[in-house]
C-alpha cells in the first residue's frame, strides 16, 4: 500500500500548472497507464480488502472527490493563466483544454486518495475528527482555498518571499480554523511535500516549467497551495465519510 | 481570572439588556435599522454601477498634448486612467449621400448602390492625402496580421497596413470588383453572424454607424446612405488632420454644416471579462451560495424557516454594502473588483453568528416571556459572539500588517464589514427573531385551543402539536388501516426534490427567470442594436412618423420637417411632387413627411456628432482584438467626425447601375433581414431556454448517477450519524441541558429488573424483588410490596452477590455463593460498562455461553441455568415488559428449583421474570412457575396461580387476559375472573401507548380469581423470548425462528410466521396490527397479521436486532452493532442510521411520531425522527458515567422511565419539543 499511495502521489500535481511545452506522446501514454495501473491496484485492493457495500460507497466518496478534484484543477488552472489572458475565450479554453488535460486527472485522482486517506487515517489513530462536521463548514473552506488560490494568481506583491510568507500564513489559518486535528495537519504537510516534490521532478524532466521559478524549479507558494489543497479535500473526505446524506454537486 | 469573569458578566448582562430591549420595541428597532442601513448605502449611489462599460473624458482639441505619466497637479476632473498616449487616434469621416432629385422611374437599389460606388473616390481622397510630406501612410496604425481564427474575414479586413475600414472593404476597396456585383445587399449580408451574436458585426465595423442608420436597404424610406470612412492613426498631428478636414469639406461641402469640431473623446476600456474569467468567479459564488444554503438549512424550530433565512442573508448582504457605502464617505475608493472579492467577503463574515443565536433564543424555555427568552438566549451566546468577533478582528488587523496594498484594503473592507455585520445581527436579526418567536407562540396558542377544548384525545396533546387528527383508535379486533394522508413520510432525498420541483415548479421559474436575465444581458450588453430597433418600430408604428420636430410649420410650409438647427446643406432644386392643393393644413401638420419622402434630404444634426456613441461599445475592442490589440485598460481617443455630404444625380445612379438591378425585383427574402433584429431576439429566447432545459436535465442526471439508489435492502450505511459529532457541537455550542430535569426514583436498594406502567401508575421490581409502585405524575411511591424485611431471612447469604449479580435467576438455594467462577460473568455482564466487549462486536453468544457451560461442573447445571441469559436478556429487557428469556441451548432442559410452600402473603423466594400492570392490578410472573396479582394500591395479593412448574418468563396482560410463557416453551392463558360485574366504574386514564385499551379499575372488595383457561404446551420447539399482545392478537416469538400469532378470545394458532434464520429477538405490534419481527440474525421482518405473509424484509443489523418500534411511517430498530436504524416503514428502505456509542443500550421508545428517546450511558437522548439530528441529552445523574439505561418505558403524558442502577429516572420530556415539525 505505501508503494500504491507513492505512485498515487506521484500522479498529484499542482492546480496551478502551467504547461507550456508538452512532452512526447511516449511519455503521455506511459503516464497514462501507470495511472491507469494505479486506478485498478486500488479498485482491486478495495475490493478485496473489504465488504462489497462498504467499498460502494467507497467508489462513491472516490467519484465525489474525483469529480471535485478535477473542477478545482480546471478552475484554478484557469484562475492562474487568467493573468496573460488574451481577449479571445477560446483561444483561453484552448490552451486550458487542450495542453494540459492530464493535469485535472492527476489532480481528481489526487483528491479522491488524499480525501480517502484523511478518515481513514482518523479511523486508525481512533480519534474521529469533531471539529465542525457540517457541510456549511466545508463550505466556507472550499470557498478559502478558491481564495487562496486567487489571492496568488491575482494579487501583486512586493516580492516572492513576501507573497509565498502570507500564502503559509494563510494555509495555516485554513487549517487552524477548519481542521485543527494533527492527523490533518500531518496529512496536509506529507501532502505539500509529497506533492512539491513531484512537481520539481516533472519540472525538472521538462514536462513544464513556470514562468518565474524562484524556489529551483517551482514557484515557492507552491507547498502552500498544496497544503491547504490537502486539508480541503480532507475535509470533504471526512464530511463524506460521515455519510451525510448529498454532497452538492456543483462547485 | 477575575478581570476575565467580570468581564464576561457584564458582556452576558449587557446583552441581557440590549435582548430585553429588541424584544420589546421591535418596530421601531427595525426602522432605525433600515434607515441606518439605507444611509450607509447613501454613498453608493455615486458609485459607477459595475460593468465592462467604457468611461469617457473629453478635452479640447486645440490645444491638446499627450498627456504625460507623471500627473500633474490639476487632477481635479482627470481620471487616473489618463495617462500616456491612447492606443489609436481615431478620425472618422462620415458620409451621408443621397440620389437627387429622386425620379420615379429609379428602382430601390439605387437608393445605395451609387452613394456606396463614391466611398472609393473619397478612399482614394484620403490615402492621397499629402500634407507637407507627411502622408497617411507615415500616421496611420500599422496593422499586422489578423489572428489566426478569423480567417473569414481577411478578404475584407485590411491587413498589413494601415487601419483604414470602410464599405469599400467588402469589394477589396476595388471599385471593378463593386461594380461587378450583381446584389450589393448579398454581400453585404455574407458576412453577418448566422448565430447569435451580441457584440460588433461586421457590418458595424466597416459602415461605422449602426446597421439601422445606414440606409442601405431597400425599403429605405429617406433614401440617404450613411457610412463612415475610419481611420485608426497611431500619432496625432494636428495640421495634417486639419488639412485633411479642410481638403475633404472643400471637395465635398456640406453646407450649413455645425457640427461641433473641438472636442476630443478619450474612451477608456475596462478589463474585458471573457469566459475564462467568468468561471472562477461563477465557481466561488456557487460555492458561496452552497455555504448559505447549507448554513441556513440549520436553522431550525421556528416559525417561519425561509423568513430567517432570508433575515440571516439580508443581513448578511447589507451589512456588506453599509461597508462598502461606509468606506466610500470616507474617501477610500473600493480599486478591487467588487464582485470577485464579494463571496470571500461574505465567507469571512459569515452566517454563523446569527445561526447560533437563533439556535440559542430557541432553546430557551418557552414557558417564559418572549423579551426573557430572546434576552436569555442572547446573553448565554454573548462571551463565544465576542470570542469570535474578537479573534476575527485580530486575524484580519495581522492582515493588514502585510502591507500588500490588496490585502489591507480587503482588510478594511472586512473590519468595516463585520462590524456592521455585528451591528446588524444586534439589531436587526435579533429583532426578527423575536418576532418570528412570538408569532410562533401565538400560533402554538390558536393551535392548542381547539384540542384542548375536545375530549382529552387517546394521545395527550402537548408532545403531538401539529398531528392532524389521531389516528382514530380501533376497537381491539377491527382494523384501520392508515390512511396514507396521515403519513407524514420521510421520503427519500430523491422524492422529496422531485416533489419539491413538482410542487414549487422549480423548472420553469428558473427557466423563466433565466430568459429574463438573459435578455437583460442582451440590452446590457448591446443597448445600441436593440434600443434602435425598438426606436425604428416606435417611428414606424407612430403616425407623426419621423415629424416631431416641426412645431413652426407656418413658418415653412414647404419644407416642413426642418429642424431648425439641422440645415439642408443643399436643397433639391424643385419639388418633384409639389403639394396638393387639396390638401389642408391640418393635414399636413399631421403627416409632414408626405412632402420629403420623395426628397431625399441631408441633414446634420448634432446627433450625428458623436455617432459612433451608438454603436455598440464592443466596437472598438473588437476590431483592435482582431488584430490582437487589446484595449482593455487602455483608451483610444475619438476625433471629432469629418462630414462629408454628396450628392448625385440621378443620372450617376442610372450610368452606375448593374445589369440585375433593374431586374431584381424586391426579393421578399429581405423583409426578413429588415426583421433581423427580431429574429434575434427570438433566438435569444430560444436559446434561454434551451439552455435552461438542458442545465435542469443536466443537473437531475448528475443528480440519479451520483445518488444510485443504493439503498434499501443492502443498505449501504447510508446516513450515519455518529452520536459524537452532533450538529449541537459546532462551534462548541450545546444546547443548555437545564431545561429537561430527570426526577430521580429512589428506593430500590438493587438494580431494577422489570418495569411496567399503564400511564398512570409504575411499577418496578429489583433484584431484591421488591415491588415499589410509583405515580408516574408525581413519582411518588404509593406502595411497597413487600414492605417488610422477611425475604431478606429466605435468601441467605446471597445478598452479596445478590446485588451484583443478576438475581433474577439466582436461586433460592444459595448455591452460587460460593463459587467465584460462576460469579465472574454475571458480573462482567452486569455491573461494568463492558458490555461491549461482550456483546458490542459479537453477533451470536452461543459459542461464548456454551463454553460457559462447558466450564461448569455437571453438578451444577441446575443452579447455573440462570446464569446462561446471553444477549437475549438485554433485548427483553427494553420492552416495557419485561421478559427474561433463556438462550442457553436446548442441550439442559430447565429444571425448575425446588418448589417452596406457598405463602399467604405470596412467594418470595423465587424472582420476579416478568411483571405488567394494567389497572391496579400488577400481574407478576416468577421464575416457580407462579402468577400473582396484586392489588398495586393496596399491596395485598389478590389471587395467585401455581399450575405451572416452569418459570414465567413473559407475560401479557391484555383485558381480563394474562398470557405467560414459561421457560419450557409452553404458554398458558389465564382469564381474570371477578365475581362481582366486572365495575366499569372509571378509567383510569389512557392506556399505554399502542397497546392496550384501558382496563377497568378493580375494587378492593371484588374477589379476583385466575383461572387457567388454556394451556399450549408446544407453543415452540424451543424457550419463547417475546411475547407481546395487541389487537386481540398474542405474538410470540422464539429460538426456533419462528413468530408465531394467537388469537386471545380462543388461544388459538392463527400462523407460524417463517422468515428469520435465527431466534426471534424482538416483536412490535400494535393496535393498527403493525407486526414486526427482528431476529438474530440482523433481519427485521414485517408481517400482514391477517395473511400471514411477510410484506417485507430487511437485513438490517450487524448481529442481533435488540428492539423494535413502528410509527406510522416508519420502522426504528437497533441491534447489538449499537446502530439505530431508521426504515421507512412502507418500502423498507432505510432512512438512515445513527451510530450510538459502543455499549450504549438498546433501549427504544417513540415518544411522538417525531420524536425518539434512545438510552445511553447514563443519559437518554432525543432525536428527531425526521431528520436524524439529536435534539437533546439528558444526563440523569452525576455519577452515571458507568450505568447504562437498559428498559426505557414511555408514558403517555409525555414522561419517559427508564432504569438508572437501582434508580429509577422520570423525566418529563418539556414543551420545548414540541416545536418539532
Redesign the interface.
Known amino acids: 500500500m505505501p508503494r500504491l499511495e507513492e505512485h498515487c502521489w506521484s500522479c498529484s500535481c499542482s492546480p496551478s500548472v502551467k504547461t507550456q511545452e508538452l512532452s512526447s506522446a511516449s511519455w503521455i501514454v506511459c503516464k497514462t497507464g501507470e495511472m491507469m495501473s494505479i486506478i485498478t491496484s486500488v479498485l482491486r485492493h478495495a475490493y478485496g480488502s473489504m465488504h462489497s457495500l462498504q467499498s460502494a460507497n467507497l467508489m462513491r466518496r472516490g467519484l465525489v472527490l474525483f469529480i471535485v478534484g478535477v473542477v478545482l484543477a480546471l478552475v484554478l488552472n484557469l484562475l492562474q493563466i487568467q493573468r496573460n489572458v488574451t481577449l479571445f475565450p477560446e483561444e483561453v479554453l484552448d490552451t486550458l483544454f487542450s495542453s494540459a488535460w492530464w493535469i485535472p486527472l492527476c489532480c481528481g485522482t489526487a483528491a479522491a486518495v488524499v480525501g480517502l486517506l484523511y478518515p481513514c487515517l482518523d479511523h486508525h489513530l481512533g480519534e474521529p475528527h469533531k471539529f465542525k462536521r457540517e457541510w456549511a463548514s466545508v463550505m466556507r473552506c472550499i470557498a478559502v482555498f478558491v481564495g487562496i488560490n486567487h489571492a496568488s494568481a491575482k494579487l501583486d506583491f512586493a516580492n516572492n518571499v513576501q507573497l509565498s510568507l502570507t500564502l503559509a500564513a494563510l494555509s495555516l489559518g485554513l487549517w487552524w480554523t477548519f481542521d485543527r486535528s494533527r492527523s490533518g495537519f500531518g496529512l496536509g504537510l506529507t501532502t505539500a511535500f509529497l506533492a512539491t516534490l513531484i512537481a520539481q521532478l516533472l519540472v525538472y524532466n521538462g514536462i513544464y516549467q513556470y514562468t518565474s521559478p524562484d524556489f529551483l524549479y517551482v514557484r515557492s507558494w507552491l507547498p502552500c497551495i498544496f497544503f491547504s489543497g490537502g486539508v480541503t479535500v480532507g475535509n470533504i473526505g471526512r464530511q463524506l465519510a460521515m455519510g451525510s446524506t448529498e454532497k452538492p454537486h456543483n462547485d | 481570572m477575575m478581570v476575565r469573569e467580570r468581564l464576561r458578566q457584564n458582556i452576558s448582562a449587557a446583552f441581557y439588556r440590549h435582548g430585553l430591549l429588541c424584544a420589546s420595541y421591535p418596530v421601531p428597532i427595525i426602522l432605525f435599522t433600515s434607515a441606518s442601513i439605507l444611509t450607509c448605502c447613501y454613498p453608493l449611489l455615486k458609485l459607477p454601477l459595475p460593468g465592462t462599460g467604457p468611461v469617457e473624458f473629453t478635452t479640447g482639441v486645440r490645444d491638446y498634448s499627450i498627456p504625460s505619466h507623471e500627473s500633474p497637479g490639476d487632477l481635479s476632473e482627470r481620471p487616473d486612467w489618463y495617462q500616456g498616449p491612447p492606443v489609436a487616434y481615431i478620425q472618422q469621416v462620415l458620409v451621408k449621400a443621397a440620389v437627387s432629385p429622386w425620379d420615379n422611374s429609379l428602382v430601390p437599389v439605387d437608393v445605395f448602390r451609387s452613394p456606396l460606388g463614391r466611398v472609393f473616390s473619397v478612399l482614394e481622397e484620403i490615402r492621397n492625402h499629402v500634407y507637407t510630406d507627411r502622408s497617411l501612410e507615415a500616421l496611420c496604425l500599422q496593422v499586422t496580421d489578423l489572428?489566426p481564427?478569423l480567417r473569414r474575414m481577411q478578404a475584407v479586413l485590411p491587413e498589413h497596413g494601415c487601419l483604414l475600414v470602410s464599405p469599400g472593404n467588402y469589394w477589396q476597396n476595388r471599385r471593378d470588383l463593386f461594380d461587378a456585383d450583381p446584389d450589393l445587399l448579398k454581400t453585404v449580408h455574407q458576412h453577418e453572424p448566422k448565430g447569435l451574436h451580441t457584440s460588433a458585426t461586421l457590418k458595424d465595423l466597416l459602415f461605422g454607424v449602426p446597421g439601422k442608420q445606414t440606409g442601405v436597404s431597400l425599403y429605405n424610406k429617406k433614401r440617404v446612405v450613411t457610412y463612415t470612412i475610419t481611420i485608426a492613426l497611431s500619432s496625432y498631428d494636428a495640421r495634417f488632420v486639419a488639412s485633411l478636414r479642410a481638403r475633404l469639406k472643400q471637395l465635398h461641402p456640406s453646407a450649413n454644416c455645425t457640427l461641433r469640431e473641438d472636442h476630443m473623446v478619450h474612451v477608456h476600456f475596462k478589463e474585458?471579462i471573457?469566459?475564462?474569467?467568468l468561471?472562477?468567479l461563477v465557481?466561488?459564488y456557487?460555492?458561496?451560495f452552497?455555504?448559505i444554503?447549507?448554513?441556513t438549512?440549520?436553522i431550525d424550530m421556528v416559525k417561519s424557516k425561509w423568513g430567517l433565512a432570508l433575515a440571516a442573508v439580508v443581513t448578511v448582504l447589507s451589512s456588506l454594502l453599509m461597508s462598502v457605502g461606509l468606506c466610500t464617505l470616507f474617501g477610500l475608493t473600493p480599486t478591487l473588483n467588487g464582485g470577485?472579492i464579494f463571496?470571500?467577503l461574505v465567507?469571512v463574515i459569515?452566517?454563523e453568528n446569527v445561526l447560533v443565536l437563533t439556535k440559542s433564543v430557541v432553546s430557551t424555555p418557552v414557558d417564559l416571556e418572549v423579551k426573557l427568552r430572546i434576552a436569555q438566549g442572547l446573553s448565554n451566546e454573548s462571551w463565544s459572539i465576542m470570542k469570535n468577533m474578537a479573534t476575527e478582528l485580530c486575524?484580519i488587523l495581522?492582515g493588514y500588517f502585510?502591507?500588500?496594498?490588496?490585502?489591507q484594503e480587503f482588510c478594511l473592507f472586512a473590519v468595516v464589514g463585520l462590524v456592521s455585520d455585528f451591528f446588524l445581527q444586534m439589531f436587526f436579526f435579533t429583532t426578527v427573531l423575536s418576532i418570528d418567536i412570538r408569532r410562533m407562540e401565538l400560533a402554538d396558542l390558536n393551535r392548542r385551543l381547539p384540542a384542548e377544548a375536545g375530549m382529552p384525545p387517546p394521545k395527550p396533546g402537548p408532545l403531538r402539536p401539529r398531528e392532524t387528527p389521531p389516528p382514530p383508535r380501533p376497537s381491539p379486533h377491527t382494523i384501520t388501516l392508515q390512511a396514507p394522508a396521515f403519513r407524514n413520510l420521510r421520503l427519500p432525498?430523491r422524492l422529496r426534490v422531485v416533489y419539491f420541483l413538482a410542487r414549487t415548479r422549480l423548472a420553469q421559474r428558473i427557466i423563466m427567470v433565466g430568459t429574463v436575465i438573459w435578455i437583460g444581458i442582451l440590452v446590457y450588453t448591446d443597448p445600441a442594436g436593440l434600443r434602435t430597433l425598438l426606436a425604428a418600430q416606435v417611428s414606424e408604428q407612430s403616425p407623426l412618423g419621423e415629424a416631431g420636430l416641426p412645431p413652426h410649420l407656418g413658418v415653412a410650409p414647404v419644407f416642413p420637417g426642418r429642424d431648425p438647427t439641422s440645415t439642408l446643406s443643399v436643397l433639391p432644386a424643385p419639388e418633384p411632387t409639389p403639394l396638393p392643393e387639396n390638401q389642408s393644413q391640418g393635414h399636413r401638420a399631421a403627416r409632414p413627411e408626405v412632402v420629403p419622402v420623395s426628397s431625399p434630404q441631408i441633414t446634420w444634426g448634432p446627433e450625428d456628432e458623436e455617432l459612433w456613441r451608438r454603436l455598440s461599445f464592443r466596437h472598438w475592442?473588437a476590431l483592435f482584438?482582431y488584430y490582437?490589440i487589446?484595449l482593455?485598460k487602455r483608451y483610444i481617443s475619438i476625433l471629432p467626425v469629418i462630414p462629408v455630404t454628396l450628392h448625385l444625380s440621378p443620372q450617376e445612379a442610372i450610368d452606375t447601375r448593374h445589369p440585375q438591378d433593374t431586374h431584381h425585383a424586391p426579393p421578399p427574402s429581405i423583409k426578413t433581414s429588415d426583421l433581423q433584429a427580431d429574429l434575434t431576439l427570438y433566438k435569444v429566447a430560444a436559446l434561454g431556454l434551451f439552455a435552461g432545459v438542458v442545465l435542469v436535465l443536466l443537473?437531475f442526471c448528475?443528480?440519479r448517477v451520483?445518488?444510485?439508489r443504493?439503498y434499501g435492502q443492502?443498505?449501504?450505511?447510508?446516513?450515519?450519524?455518529?452520536r459524537?459529532?452532533l450538529?449541537c457541537?459546532?462551534?462548541g455550542y450545546s444546547p443548555p441541558i437545564s431545561e429537561i430535569s430527570p426526577l430521580l426514583l429512589r428506593g430500590h436498594s438493587m438494580d431494577i429488573e422489570c418495569l411496567a406502567s399503564d400511564g398512570m401508575l409504575l411499577a418496578s421490581c429489583c433484584l431484591a424483588r421488591q415491588i415499589r409502585v410509583w405515580d408516574a405524575q408525581t413519582g411518588d411511591c404509593l406502595t411497597v410490596i413487600p414492605n417488610n424485611g422477611l425475604r431478606r431471612s429466605s435468601s441467605s447469604g446471597a445478598c452479596e452477590a445478590e446485588s451484583l449479580l443478576g438475581a433474577d435467576f439466582r436461586e433460592p438455594g444459595g448455591g452460587a455463593v460460593g463459587r467465584p467462577d460462576v460469579d465472574i460473568f454475571p458480573i462482567r455482564r452486569r455491573t461494568t460498562p463492558a458490555r461491549p466487549a461482550l456483546f458490542g462486536d459479537q453477533p451470536d453468544l452461543t459459542p461464548l455461553i456454551d463454553t460457559n457451560f462447558g466450564s461448569l461442573p455437571p453438578s451444577q447445571t441446575l443452579s447455573s441455568s440462570g446464569f446462561d441469559f446471553g444477549g437475549l436478556v438485554e433485548k427483553a429487557y427494553q420492552e416495557h415488559e419485561t421478559s427474561p428469556t433463556l438462550a442457553f441451548p436446548p442441550s439442559p432442559p430447565p429444571v425448575l428449583p425446588p418448589e417452596l410452600p406457598p405463602q399467604n402473603n405470596g412467594d418470595w423466594d423465587s424472582s420476579v421474570w416478568a411483571m405488567e400492570l394494567r389497572g391496579n392490578l400488577i400481574a407478576t410472573g416468577r421464575s416457580s412457575g407462579k402468577l400473582e396479582l396484586w392489588d398495586a394500591v393496596e399491596g395485598s395479593l389478590r389471587c395467585s396461580n401455581e399450575d405451572g412448574v416452569s418459570g414465567i418468563t413473559a407475560l401479557a396482560f391484555l383485558n381480563n387476559r394474562i398470557v405467560a410463557a414459561r421457560l419450557n416453551g409452553s404458554l398458558d392463558f389465564f382469564t381474570v375472573e371477578i365475581t362481582k360485574p366486572l365495575g366499569l366504574l372509571q378509567y383510569r386514564g389512557p392506556p399505554g401507548r399502542g397497546s392496550l385499551p384501558p382496563s377497568p379499575c378493580y375494587s378492593s372488595e371484588d374477589v379476583i380469581s385466575c383461572q387457567l383457561t388454556r394451556s399450549v404446551q408446544c407453543a415452540h420447539q424451543k424457550q419463547i423470548t417475546v411475547l407481546k399482545a395487541a389487537a386481540g392478537r398474542v405474538v410470540t416469538g422464539s429460538q426456533d425462528h419462528t413468530v408465531r400469532v394467537y388469537r386471545l378470545e380462543d388461544s388459538c394458532c392463527l400462523f407460524t410466521l417463517q422468515g428469520h434464520s435465527g431466534g426471534i429477538t424482538a416483536i412490535y405490534i400494535d393496535q393498527t396490527m403493525v407486526l414486526a419481527s427482528g431476529g438474530q440474525d440482523g433481519t427485521i421482518c414485517v408481517w400482514d397479521v391477517l395473511t400471514g405473509s411477510r410484506v417485507s424484509h430487511v437485513y438490517g443489523h450487524r448481529g442481533d436486532v435488540t428492539s423494535l418500534v413502528c410509527t406510522t411511517s416508519c420502522i426504528i430498530s437497533s441491534g447489538l452493532d449499537d446502530l439505530i436504524c431508521i426504515w421507512d416503514r412502507s418500502t423498507g428502505i432505510k432512512l438512515?442510521s445513527i451510530q450510538q456509542e459502543v455499549g450504549c443500550g438498546a433501549s427504544l421508545g417513540v415518544i411522538s411520531e417525531s420524536l425518539l428517546v434512545t438510552g445511553g450511558q447514563g443519559c437518554v437522548s432525543f432525536w428527531d425522527l425526521n431528520y436524524g439530528d439529536l435534539l437533546q441529552t439528558v444526563y440523569l445523574g452525576q455519577s452515571s458515567e458507568g450505568q447504562s439505561v437498559r428498559q426505557l418505558l414511555v408514558l403517555d403524558n409525555a414522561a419517559i422511565v427508564c432504569d438508572f442502577g437501582n434508580e429509577l429516572s422520570l423525566v418529563y420530556v418539556p414543551s420545548v419539543l414540541e416545536k418539532l415539525d
Open positions: 489572428l481564427g474585458e471573457g469566459i475564462a474569467e468561471i472562477p465557481t466561488t456557487i460555492i458561496l452552497a455555504y444554503y447549507f448554513s438549512r440549520k470577485e463571496p470571500y465567507v459569515g452566517l486575524i495581522i502585510t502591507f500588500v496594498p490588496a490585502i432525498k475592442p482584438s490582437n487589446t482593455a443537473l448528475l443528480y451520483l445518488c444510485p443504493n443492502n443498505g449501504v450505511p447510508h446516513g450515519r450519524r455518529r459524537g459529532d450538529p457541537d459546532e462551534y438512515y
